[in-house]
């Protein structure tokens, strides 16, 4: 290629990149001054929720920094007594390591992986979404966790972490620019089963996945008063 070419090519991809760094960001503007997480509610439907301290987030991501990040560790049960422990993060830079797959976190505890898949999702409004399914298994006992997440990034719901990693890379390099990086946020979703209970908890996991990120999705929508 010739010098003429290489400066050509350098020129437009410096004006692709001036074109698209605003919409890039634009949905991080919208949302950066609200607490979305504190829109979850305790009630939603059958299921109530008590809120826990940081330190069970801090045991389960083995971090002890959140800074630059807000946090939601609740622990939900319904009526039958089934009980679900939501972890949220949210990152406002979009560069935070306590956003990764949960899987590290799990195997570094003595968990391994029985199942793996990406599934899709019916929202209550009817709206489709994907979301990460895994089963761990106690390395030393009985104890299996089924566990569900996926990352938000504006109204994106996201289950690829290469992805999420690309968005964090764009975020490093907006942040050197621009002072500020893209939001995310590290939506995760468990419970302890049995053979006989899976099927139920997996089903009413995902209605209550789903309720969550609709709420975030319409907080992430609204513009800042």
Same mark, same amino acid.
């Given at each position: 290629m #010739?010098?003429?070419r290489e400066l050509i090519a350098l020129g437009l991809i410096a004006l692709a990149a001036g074109l698209l760094l605003p919409v890039f960001l634009m949905g991080e503007l919208a949302t950066?001054?609200?607490?979305?997480l504190g829109r979850i509610p305790k009630e939603i439907g059958q299921w109530r929720g008590v809120d826990l301290p940081r330190p069970f987030i801090t045991q389960f991501l083995l971090i002890s920094d959140f800074s630059g990040v807000e946090t939601l560790v609740r622990e939900y049960r319904n009526s039958e007594g089934q009980i679900l422990w939501l972890m949220a993060v949210h990152d406002l830079e979009g560069t935070h390591r306590a956003v990764k797959n949960p899987q590290y976190s799990y195997e570094n505890q003595g968990w391994y992986v029985l199942e793996r898949g990406v599934e899709s999702w019916a #929202?209550?409004?009817g709206s489709l979404f994907r979301l990460?399914?895994?089963l761990y298994r106690k390395r030393a006992g009985p104890d299996a966790r089924l566990d569900l997440y996926a990352y938000i990034m504006g109204e994106r719901v996201v289950t690829s972490e290469m992805e999420v990693r690309t968005s964090q890379?764009? #975020?490093?390099?907006t942040k050197r620019v621009?002072?500020?990086g893209r939001e995310i946020i590290f939506l995760d979703l468990s419970g302890d089963v049995t053979m006989g209970d899976r099927a139920s908890l997996e089903t009413q996991g995902k209605q209550l996945f789903g309720t969550i990120v609709e709420i975030l999705r319409a907080g992430a929508k609204e513009k800042p008063g």
């Open positions: #010739s010098q003429k950066k001054e609200r607490n979305l #929202s209550a409004d990460n399914r895994l890379v764009w #975020s490093l390099l621009l002072g500020r």
